[in-house]
């Protein structure tokens, strides 16, 4: 629907019944019309949003700071949100005031690994930890195998630095023909039934 378009009464009763109990977006979307274009049409209609109680700022009790400080590291906001029912912008936005940031430090899953910042720098965790394991920086070339094949496990036991891509394909194949082996003897298995492989 173009957003230009004058406002049915159909519209206009349907803002003036329900402004009390849905949000702007929510009034938006029912009527297929943009939050902006909403929310000029209710100033039109003289009606201060502000006066509502969904709409006044959230008073946060000492126990939901409490939460929010012991949580705000390891928890997301949108599910600090989801346990204290408040919105997720809410939860946002208290926690940036009281100066309480998440960024570099709280490891993160990207494409199945884990990323990480530190001093405002970006960097893949098995790279980073493979760097303090060998004591120099890693080349671009240089990749990164995961011992126990958890690409999540990136103890420094776990990671071994391989000198090119080449090798990190060689360790895979070695790892598939030992397991064939252990399929010949017996030590691995294979189910029909479900088509695949298990001790």
């Not at 406002?7 to 849905?22: A, C, G, M, R």
């Not at 909403?38 to 509502?52: F, G, H, K, T």
């Not at 936005?93 to 490891?107: D, F, G, I, M, T």
């Not at 990749?143 to 391989?162: F, Q, R």
Request: charged share 30%; with cysteine.
């Amino acid at each position: 629907m173009p957003q230009n378009k004058r406002y049915t009464q159909d519209e206009i009763l349907f803002i003036k019944s329900n402004v009390k109990k849905l949000s702007v977006k929510e009034i938006a979307e029912k009527l297929d019309r943009s939050p902006k274009g909403v929310r000029s049409q209710i100033e039109r209609l003289n009606i201060r949003l502000s006066d509502y109680e969904r709409n006044k700022p959230h008073v946060w009790t000492d126990e939901e700071l409490n939460y929010l400080k012991d949580n705000y590291k390891v928890v997301s906001d949108k599910n600090i949100g989801l346990y204290l029912s408040l919105p997720e912008s809410v939860v946002l936005r208290k926690r940036l005031s009281l100066n309480l940031r998440k960024h570099k430090y709280v490891p993160y899953i990207q494409a199945n690994y884990y990323r990480v910042y530190v001093d405002k720098k970006r960097y893949w965790l098995h790279r980073f930890n493979a760097e303090k394991k060998i004591g120099r920086q890693l080349l671009p070339t240089e990749p990164v195998h995961h011992i126990d094949g958890n690409k999540l496990n990136n103890s420094l036991e776990n990671l071994y630095v391989c000198s090119n891509k080449q090798k990190h394909g060689y360790i895979h194949a070695s790892l598939e023909s030992v397991a064939f082996e252990l399929v010949k003897s017996g030590l691995i298995k294979f189910d029909e039934d479900k088509g695949e492989y298990y001790l």
